[in-house]
């Protein structure tokens, strides 16, 4: 069994921060997985961290704007579970992308799941199994031949505009059938 190379923070500690508080142990967190990263690549560059990813994503690197993206919903429902495992997660994309052939290098791939495991000392994951209503509400509903299909308001608008959207199992057309309300 593997063990994490960053210290588990205390669940309780982490229940009791409020959002700003939050944010600050997280930046902390992403800075303690930022220098575990430069003992193997010490010119690694320090990523920035932000709190705004929305929709179903729990964490992203973004290469093009120089850092980490987060999305608060989720780190504020999921704590514990972010800082074991997204932040980490996240940093090891940040540093695989500044290796030699970083940028060639597939996303969850081999280099991406060696870190994971040696540096980190976690299980690769490509995906997390968060709740995401709260996180990405889809309260419109359309329906196919086989089941209910919860669109965001941004897809139910291009569906609204003309766009077609069609089931991946039963390859019917998605018709609109009524807004729903969400609830937590």
């Known amino acids: 069994m593997q ?6 923070p205390d669940a309780d500690w982490l229940a009791a921060l409020d959002r700003d508080a939050l944010h600050g142990a997280a930046h902390e967190r992403a800075a303690e997985a930022w220098r575990l990263a430069c003992e193997v690549h010490p010119q690694l560059p320090r990523p920035a961290a932000w709190f705004d990813l929305r929709g179903k994503g729990a964490g992203q ?3 093009g704007r120089g850092g980490l993206r987060f999305n608060p919903q989720l780190l504020a ?4 579970a972010f800082f074991t495992e997204v932040i980490p997660h996240e940093m090891a994309h940040w540093l695989v992308h500044h290796l030699a052939e970083g940028p060639q290098a597939r996303p969850h791939g081999r280099e991406w799941r060696h870190v994971m ?4 000392g ?9 709740d995401t209503r709260t996180a990405s509400p889809a309260p ?5 031949a086989c089941r209910d299909h919860f669109f965001s308001r941004r897809r ?5 505009a003309g766009r077609d959207y069609f089931c991946r199992k039963c390859r019917n057309a998605l018709v ?9």
């Open 176 to 184: 609109y059938k009524d807004c729903t309300v969400l609830r937590g």
């Open 77 to 80: 429902e999921n704590r514990l």
């Open 140 to 144: 419109y509903r359309y329906r196919c």
């Open 156 to 160: 139910h608008a291009s569906a609204r």
């Open 61 to 63: 690197a973004h290469f």
């Open 3 to 8: 063990v994490p190379t960053l210290p588990a």
């Open 117 to 120: 495991r040696a540096l980190y």
């Open 122 to 130: 976690l299980e690769p994951r490509a995906t997390h199994v968060f």
